[in-house]
């Protein structure tokens, strides 16, 4: 089977992501958390995430028959299993609009999506890469969570995110646990990431103070592994030709703290090459910084983006480092 990430890329390649910012003190990087989201905020946001999760399964299915899927090499089994996966997202919608409703506040209500979907393979691959970020989302929003009730609900739909996660890994010939730690995004990293889908949303909402960055694009095709020098593209930020020696950086988001690697520009300011860090594996997210010692709002100037890097497993450790 070809490489379907790839053509999952192709939907999301304007798009991109990070992570809340944990302090390692192994690690020369750092997280630094700076959401003011409180329980509701975080309610709200989990809720708009699996709204537009449900809508794709929907979409999805309402799009491709049991015969496409057949036609792309999916069996009945998977088919019968991504039904019930739409039917869970269907499910916490309406779990997490209850509990809203039920502390009394307004939920937010489905926005208008563009998925740009046109085949199965691309269906599937993008399935995979939401419920990764989908599960990243969960658990970057954990630490900043007060309630013990709250968490406790958040966290029984992570738990079957990641199930999603690596059902859908696997079908794709993929690690379903490429890592001994799964990673975390901060709610503006999953909005960049996800911001490009929503067309529109209601003008009711409620707010909960999330902003995108510039975009991040790999565009690098085929395989990604471990020490491999990748390209990349950005979008909404160039660096001009007078600071083309200021100091960029890119920084591979990972359970302990991000890995940072320099950057090499490729001379119009868009365009850079960096090389992959020893240890990172599976569905990993990628932003450009202007410090190597921290990443925070306001040391991000482009990204997240998502990369499948393909290493063995077995060759990382809890840190995500080599073994």
């Known amino acids: 089977m070809r490489n379907v990430h790839q053509l999952a890329l192709l939907a999301l390649s304007s798009y991109a992501v990070a992570a809340p910012l944990v302090s390692a003190p ?64 269907t499910a916490h919608v309406q779990f997490l609009t209850a509990a809203l409703k039920a502390a009394g506040y307004a939920p937010t209500v489905e926005c208008t999506y563009a998925f740009g979907i046109s085949t199965v393979e691309q269906f599937v691959a993008t399935a995979s890469i939401l419920e990764g970020v989908g599960q990243a989302a969960y658990l ?66 409620p707010s909960f103070g999330v902003k995108a960055f510039p975009g991040l694009a790999v565009t690098t095709t085929g395989k990604i592994t471990s020490g491999m020098t990748i390209a990349l593209s950005t979008a909404g930020f160039a660096l001009a030709p ?10 591979f988001i990972t359970a302990l703290g991000p890995d940072f690697a320099p950057l090499t520009p490729s001379g119009d300011g868009e365009n850079f090459q960096v090389t992959v860090p020893i240890g ?29 890097i393909t290493n063995n497993p077995l060759n990382t450790t809890l840190s995500g480092k080599k073994a």
């Open 26 to 89: 192994w690690k020369v990087g750092k997280r630094q958390v700076e959401s003011q989201m409180n329980d509701i905020d975080i309610l709200r946001y989990a809720l708009t995430l699996e709204h537009l999760e449900d809508k794709f399964y929907r979409e999805g299915l309402a799009n491709f028959t049991q015969g496409d899927f057949a036609q792309a090499g999916f069996d009945s089994t998977f088919y019968q299993n991504v039904q019930a996966i739409s039917a869970h997202e």
């Open 140 to 205: 970057g929003a954990a630490p900043q969570v007060s309630s013990k009730t709250i968490l406790g609900a958040a966290g029984s739909i992570l738990t079957i995110e990641a199930r999603h996660d690596a059902y859908l890994r696997a079908a794709l010939s993929q690690s379903p646990f490429p890592q001994a730690n799964d990673d975390a995004l901060t709610p503006d990293e999953v909005h960049t990431m996800a911001h490009g889908f929503i067309v529109s949303c209601p003008a009711g909402n």
């Open 242 to 251: 007078a600071d083309s020696k200021a100091h960029l950086y890119a920084a």
């Open 280 to 308: 990172v594996n599976g569905q990993s997210y990628l932003l450009l910084t202007n410090c190597n010692d921290t990443v925070s709002d306001s040391s991000v100037v482009a990204g997240p983006t998502f990369l499948e």
